[in-house]
Structure formats: structure tokens, C-alpha cells
């Protein structure tokens, strides 16, 4: 009889359109309110600066109140939100930050709201069409980082956009902002728990 452990080694982690959905339908209002309220924005990031969980999470929880998170982290650069799911999945998360051992405690207000307005539609798109998801993780699946790139580039049309690629069973967009010396990136990836 085959244990749990080889059962899964047979199976490979498969990402699907409703992880993304499901992902997205919760970030959506988080976005939106970080590119149309300024105040909440600028708090934000200071909290993201200074590392403090209980602000991030209140702050989170005032836009989202009905979200169901298994964790919440910053580095002080940047800030993940942990998905959780049932085995094999377990966690899958989402985040923007700077690339660690570039800076500490920083994480610019302005560049975080466009960002945000940038990836805007990409995360409505994923909430809204199944289809769209679904295409979306099936590049990702296949390492088919021509066909991710093109579908997200349909939604994501920021010039700042400077590269797209596919990590842990993911997506990470690189911007760079001609306004900052440091890259931002926003990841959507597999959690890996042990």
C-alpha cells in the first residue's frame, strides 16, 4: 500500500483557474482601495515599512473583513497575503515587494498604488472569466512563459511592466519605476509548507 507522501510525489501541483479566481476575488477590493484612497495607501505603506502586522492587518480587514487568510507577513519591504487550500495545494499566495538584500524598510507609496492600478485589471479579469483563468494557469503549468506573458500583457499595459516569468508554481511581474533606484515585484506563487 502506498503511503500519502508517494501518493502525492505522483502528483504534481496543478495550479487552476479557481485558485486564481479565488485568489483575486480577494484582492480586488484590497487594490481598488489602494489606487483611490491616498490615506489608506500612505498608511499602508508605513506599516509595510515598518513592519507592523497588527496595522497591516487591520487595515486589510477594513476593506475585506469577509477574507479568509492562513497568513499575513512583511519584510519590511514588501507584504504576503497565504491562501490556504486543501492538500495538495495547501498554501498559494500573493505579494508585492522589493527583491530581498536590495534595501530595508522601504516601500514607496506612489509606486505601490501604481502598481496596483497596473495589475488592477489583470486580478478583475481572473475574478470575472473562468476562461481566462483557467488559460492563465495552464500557461503556468506548461512553463509556457510566451503565452502567460501574452495574456497578461492583454490586462497589465503599464510600461513599467519590465519582465514576466514563471516561479513555484507561479507568476512574478517585475516593474521598474523610473521614479525609484529599486525594482518592485508582485508574485503570485505556490507556498511550499513543511
Do not use: C
Not at 507592523?52 to 479568509?68: E, G, M, R, W, Y
Not at 512583511?74 to 534595501?103: K, Q, R, W
Not at 481572473?126 to 476562461?131: K, N
Request: aromatic residues 12%; positive net charge.
Amino acid at each position: 500500500m502506498k503511503s500519502k507522501a508517494a501518493t502525492r510525489a505522483e502528483k504534481p501541483f496543478r495550479l487552476t483557474g479557481a485558485i486564481l479566481s479565488h485568489v483575486a476575488a480577494t484582492m480586488v477590493p484590497f487594490l481598488r482601495k489602494i489606487v483611490l484612497n491616498y490615506s489608506y495607501a500612505l498608511k499602508w505603506s508605513k506599516a509595510v515599512r515598518g513592519a507592523d502586522l497588527d496595522v497591516l492587518s487591520a487595515l486589510f480587514k477594513s476593506v475585506v473583513p469577509s477574507a479568509k487568510l492562513n497568513g499575513f507577513s512583511t519584510n519590511a519591504i514588501g507584504y504576503f497575503f497565504d491562501f490556504e487550500f486543501p492538500e495538495p495545494i495547501l498554501l498559494y499566495s500573493v505579494g508585492t515587494t522589493i527583491p530581498p538584500g536590495t534595501t530595508q524598510f522601504t516601500f514607496s507609496t506612489p509606486i505601490h498604488r501604481a502598481i496596483a492600478r497596473a495589475i488592477l485589471p489583470f486580478y478583475k479579469m481572473l475574478r470575472s472569466s473562468s476562461t481566462y483563468a483557467a488559460a492563465v494557469a495552464a500557461a503556468v503549468n506548461n512553463n509556457n512563459r510566451t503565452r502567460l506573458a501574452a495574456l497578461i500583457r492583454q490586462k497589465v499595459t503599464a510600461y513599467a511592466l519590465k519582465s514576466i516569468t514563471i516561479d513555484f508554481s507561479g507568476i512574478a511581474l517585475s516593474f521598474k519605476y523610473k521614479s525609484s533606484k529599486y525594482t518592485y515585484r508582485h508574485l503570485l506563487f505556490r507556498e511550499i509548507v513543511g
